[in-house]
């Protein structure tokens, strides 16, 4: 065997018994504490959606998000003056009850709708008490100061944003448009879109709606 080519197999060797020697090595050692990504947190940690809030409802009574405990809660953020994001949302949301009772009244009747408005300066207890009574009968519209409407859009991690028009008396609000469903417990189980139909809110809290969960059943 050539010279060369001999020390070049023994270099080959003796690199790869070094690599077997410092795996071995490496494999022994004491492990630490796994070092967990950004992302492997977002894959296996909750969604941060809800929290504590203090609002008004649409009968004048304070309410907290401990009012709701013990319930599945629907929840939408927007106001009455919007012109068709929000009356579709919550026609869309009584559909989807209407439809379930259909099925199970007992699942249904679990579910609490609640509209919180995003609009407080226009959106008093009187004009809220006036606009839940188009949709569905166990609705709670809630507003309050705007300090209040804020802390509770931030728990829910919803935008909304003031859309300045030439007449400062008239104007509109952009705002999210996710429907939230909560558990019993307050903490967040999924969500629908605008885009979402009666049907498929229906089919969502079938699947996601245990009546036993609920408080005084």
């Not at 630490?32 to 296996?44: D, H, K, L, V, W």
């Not at 609490?112 to 300066?121: H, I, M, Q, Y």
């Not at 209040?148 to 007449?167: I, S």
């Amino acid at each position: 065997m050539p010279r060369n080519l001999r020390i070049l197999l023994i270099t080959a060797l003796g690199l790869a018994l070094v690599g077997i020697g410092l795996g071995t090595w490496f494999s022994l050692q004491p492990k630490g504490p796994a070092q967990i990504t950004s992302s492997e947190t977002r894959s296996s940690g909750t969604a941060l959606i809800g929290g504590p809030f203090t609002l008004t409802d649409h009968q004048g009574q304070r309410r907290s998000e401990a009012d709701f405990e013990g319930r599945y809660m629907l929840i939408f953020f927007g106001y009455t003056y919007c012109p068709d994001i929000c009356p579709t949302s919550l026609s869309t949301i009584t559909q989807g009850l209407d439809i379930l009772a259909e099925t199970s009244e007992a699942k249904a009747a679990a579910v609490t709708p609640v509209f919180v408005s995003v609009d407080p300066a226009r959106d008093t207890t009187e004009a809220l008490a006036q606009y839940v009574d188009h949709f569905h009968p166990s609705m709670v519209g809630m507003t309050g100061s705007e300090e209040e409407v804020a802390a509770a859009a931030k728990a829910y991690r919803v935008f909304y944003k003031k859309v300045e028009q030439a007449d400062a008396s008239d104007y509109l609000v952009d705002h999210s448009s996710i429907i939230y469903l909560m558990a019993p417990d307050g903490s967040y189980l999924t969500h629908f879109t605008h885009a979402s139909t009666g049907e498929d809110i229906a089919e969502g809290l079938a699947q996601s709606v245990d009546p036993a969960l609920v408080a005084g059943s």
